[in-house]
């Protein structure tokens, strides 16, 4: 798996319908937080405990801001994690200790 870049809201919204558990990235390019810690997001996506049971995705807060609007970011990184369609967490920061640790818990 990888971290599948969501271009549209359609897009966002077929991905929380169609995968038991997504974790969102909400991002902006100029962001140095948010640079630092999608490599580690990344080589999570391709981890056995991950890799066919969650759904890395992410998305440009400054590409898409009603969506940014719709779910409430206020920061970068975000990260949203949805199960079932749901909202059940998030995580604001780029601390990979305690952003895996909110993963997790959602398995």
């Known amino acids: 798996m990888t971290v599948h870049n969501i271009a549209t809201v359609e897009e966002f919204k077929?991905?929380?319908a169609k995968n038991p558990i997504?974790?969102?990235d909400a991002f902006?390019?100029?962001c140095g937080p948010c640079k630092a810690?999608?490599?580690t997001v990344a080589k999570w996506s391709e981890e056995p405990q991950f890799k066919d049971t969650v759904y890395f995705a992410k998305?440009?807060?400054d590409a898409l801001p009603d969506l940014a609007q719709e779910l409430g970011i206020r920061a970068m990184p975000t990260f949203v994690i949805?199960?079932?369609g749901d909202k059940a967490d998030e995580f604001v920061g780029a601390n990979p200790p305690a952003l895996l640790a909110t993963i997790?818990?959602?398995l």
């Open 59 to 61: 998305f440009d807060v």
């Open 14 to 16: 077929e991905a929380i």
């Open 104 to 106: 997790t818990k959602q």
């Open 82 to 84: 949805f199960k079932n």
């Open 37 to 39: 810690i999608a490599p």
């Open 22 to 24: 997504v974790v969102l």
């Open 28 to 30: 902006a390019t100029w």
